[in-house]
């Protein structure tokens, strides 16, 4: 059983959504923020893969890595476009600044966890002068006023994984929210990994033995209310 965050989250939010999405392959609709976070992810990769990027680079990889997905029509499309400009101008203010040096972009993590793999995608990890290494990860909407529990369980997934398959030791752990050019940012605290382990482990084996039991508690905010055989919220 290969158990990504994703794969993590959607059991933990309903098991027979699970079931639905990555057995049954039912798709989750993209959407128009969405669409243009997948842009937005896609270019600052590419930018920050480049040698010395400047900053028409990132236009040149925005353009290069947009997709067209997920808009109901063109000028749906064409303001999508522009808010990610925004958000890019907005990102560049921030570069400027930026007294870190950036390790590693899109980086992938796999480790063994029992007979289980577990595997994810850093968004970055940066060095800061001082030594220490800052985990990111990319939020392109949502609001950066939204406290980040200490135990955020994405942030603690991908502290988790950097220490477990890349060595490498983890002091903070980053939301940056790129369209307010806010962080969120929490130490990283490695007291807590064995309960993490445990429910990563514990999800696999559940997911691995077939158990789909329905949570209907999830229903209003689920993708696939409309049509699930076990739906409680079909308005
Ligand atoms: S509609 Fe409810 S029961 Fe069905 S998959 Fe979604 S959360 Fe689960």
Not at 89 to 111: C, G, K, N, P, S
Not at 121 to 135: A, C, N, Q, T
Not at 165 to 175: I, S, V
Request: contains cysteine; charged residues 35%.
């Amino acid at each position: 059983m290969e158990i990504s965050f994703t794969k993590l989250r959607v059991y933990r939010e309903c098991p027979w959504k699970y079931q639905l999405q990555f057995v049954a392959g039912w798709r989750v609709p993209l959407t128009p923020s969405g669409s243009l976070g997948l842009s937005l992810h896609r270019a600052l990769e590419c930018f920050h893969r480049r040698d010395n990027p400047a900053e028409d680079d990132l236009w040149a990889c925005y353009e290069s890595r947009w997709l067209n997905a997920g808009y109901a029509d063109e000028p749906a499309r064409e303001s999508g476009r522009a808010k990610g400009r925004r958000i890019l101008e907005r990102y560049l203010e921030d570069e400027r600044q930026r007294r870190t040096v950036i390790e590693a972009v899109e980086r992938e993590f796999v480790y063994p966890l029992g007979r289980h793999e577990v595997r994810g995608m850093i968004d970055r990890i940066d060095r800061h002068p001082d030594g220490r290494l800052e985990v990111i990860d990319y939020k392109t909407y949502g609001s950066g006023d939204e406290t980040v529990p200490r135990d955020d369980l994405q942030l603690r997934f991908y502290g988790l994984g950097c220490r477990e398959a890349l060595a490498m030791e983890p002091d903070l752990l980053t939301m940056y929210f790129v369209a307010e050019g806010r962080k969120v940012t929490v130490p990283y605290d490695p007291a807590g990994e064995g309960e993490l382990r445990a429910m990563i482990r514990e999800a696999a084996d559940q997911i691995e033995a077939g158990k789909f039991p329905p949570d209907a508690s999830f229903c209003p905010r689920c993708d696939f209310r409309k049509r699930c055989a076990f739906s409680q919220a079909r308005d």
